[in-house]
């Protein structure tokens, strides 16, 4: 299974500072896992083309082709501009955006039909996790976009396991949660894709910092980071690249 370690820049970095902090992350060597920035789409085209090193991709799809939906990025146009991937059904998108389950799935679909790797977030609320409804959450989240899902890989897709109270929190859950819930989505896969399920990378999210991440990689079921924050450094990120 491969291991991947995403920046996830958000909407954050000007033009100056992402080709420098694109650059200094171009620089960092792994051998154990591959190194992925979701960047703001407007610089994805002359990032891609300068650091070869790194794995681009978006932050957000749109599940239609090419055509007349202003203001939609295609997959085929983010893969003509070097992503190589796609970062779907981020907890930002489902809150502020209203992304449901639904379209996460004609996402999800419309990626792998064009040969763009989707990175699919997942995770629950604090609400949610307070009220022990976390893993009942995860087998719906998972099982509206896996279900009947055609795939010819396991490194078709990854999945993020994000806590949204840990998301720009500093708050992390404690180990024990985080593997619960990553055996769990891994069984879950299993059954759903019984050749593949089982070698589908889930990565965590949330408040992943140099401190934390060698613990969370040690961590069974955890294979890499989606990491917001950190990643705005280049010398946290690279940290968190040297622990896996
Ligand atoms: P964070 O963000 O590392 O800043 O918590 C993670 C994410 O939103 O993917």
Redesign the pocket.
Known sequence: MKKWIIA?W?CNVEANEAKQLAKACNNIKSDNCEVGIAAPNIYLSELAKENANVHFGVQTISHLGEGAFTGEVSVDLVKSAGANFA?VG???RREIFNENDELIRHKVEACLNGNLMPVL?VGESLSVRENKQHLPLMYAQIRSVFEGLKLNSANDIVV?Y?PVW?????KIPTLQEIEEVHLYIQNLLEELHPNLGKNIAILY?????PNNASDIFKTRGVSGA??????LKADSFSKIIAAI
Do not use: D, M, R
């Not at 840990?166 to 500093?170: H, L, V």
């Not at 999210?205 to 910092?209: E, F, L």
């Not at 989606?226 to 990643?231: C, D, I, M, R, T």
């Open positions: 996830n958000k970062i981020h907890s930002e977030c993020a994000e840990a998301i720009g929190t500093g999210g949330g408040s992943v910092k989606l990491v917001g924050g950190a990643s």
